[in-house]
């Protein structure tokens, strides 16, 4: 249960939003959605849902804090992926393009309408594909510390970046990660030559809906001239950097869901200026 405060003048309102977990099958994979938003408004298909997809190993858990901000003004929902977060392995490797049909079939399902998919690490890799994949569904992307660098395209290279990045994440980050490693230990091991190989430059410069990187200004993993390179890549891309490591939405959680709703915003304003350059 999360508690939002809104101030309206000198009234005070106290909304008192309860997440809805629901186990969603797939063509024989298991999904969790975990849905927040503002009361009344866990089943809006009539706005955008903001789709929170988590990284190689992770849960819905890394994007906990920011799920809680994003959800006083949006529906949101923070996707578990098959294998991770304590859900049964999927026994088979599961490639980006897989996955992001499963999120958006899943979410759907639910009664979403149009989609604002944020990815984090390997999770930026399946909010590309979503949007390729599914145009009609996927209004705009948010690449959150975006994998896997070009340049440092081996299991050497990301071993070293993510024990650089334990060095300078929270001491409750750094629990979130070791217990849901755990957790998806099987499938962990099946997803990083599809995570490693996927062509993340190529699929970014593909792209017809706008797309905001953003990246921690301590992230090893996601490192600045990389970030700023898949930004670069999009037709209509924004790099941003806010303080923290490689879970930067969980270091700054207040200033990433104001990035996340003034990029929400500009791109509904470009709409609204510019109908027939948008769909």
């Known amino acids: 249960m999360t508690t939002l405060t809104q101030h309206c003048g000198r009234a005070r309102t106290v909304v008192v939003v309860r997440a809805k977990v629901e186990t969603v099958p797939v063509d024989g994979l298991t999904v969790r959605l975990r849905t927040l938003a503002p009361a009344g408004r866990l089943h809006d298909a009539l706005v955008p849902t903001v789709v929170l997809v988590h990284g190689i190993g992770m849960s819905h858990r890394s994007f906990a804090r920011a799920q809680a901000v994003l959800a006083r003004t949006h529906r949101t929902v923070a996707v578990d992926l098959p294998g991770f977060g304590g859900l049964p392995a999927a026994g088979r490797r599961l490639d980006p393009a897989e996955l992001a049909d499963v999120v958006v079939r899943a979410v759907r399902s639910r009664g979403a309408g149009e989609l604002v998919v944020v990815g984090q690490s390997m999770g930026t890799q399946v ?53 849901d490693y755990f957790r998806s230990v099987r499938q962990y091991v099946r997803e990083l030559r599809p995570m490693l190989r996927h062509p993340l430059l190529d699929r970014v410069a593909a792209l017809d809906v706008p797309v905001l990187v953003v990246r921690g200004d301590r992230d090893p993993i996601a490192r600045r001239d990389w970030a700023a390179r898949v930004a670069a890549r999009a037709r209509r891309g924004a790099i941003v950097e806010l303080p923290g490591a490689h879970h930067v939405q969980e270091h700054r959680p207040v200033a990433f869901a104001d990035l996340v709703a003034e990029f929400r915003r500009v791109d509904a304003l470009e709409r609204l200026v510019a109908p027939e350059d948008h769909r």
């Open 127 to 179: 909010a590309v594909e979503a949007a390729l994949r599914h145009p009609d569904a996927v209004s705009s992307v948010v690449l959150v510390g975006p994998v896997v660098d070009d340049r440092r395209r081996t299991l050497f290279h990301q071993a070293v970046d993510l024990g650089r990045d334990c060095l300078v994440e929270t001491p409750r980050m750094n629990a979130v990660v070791l217990t």
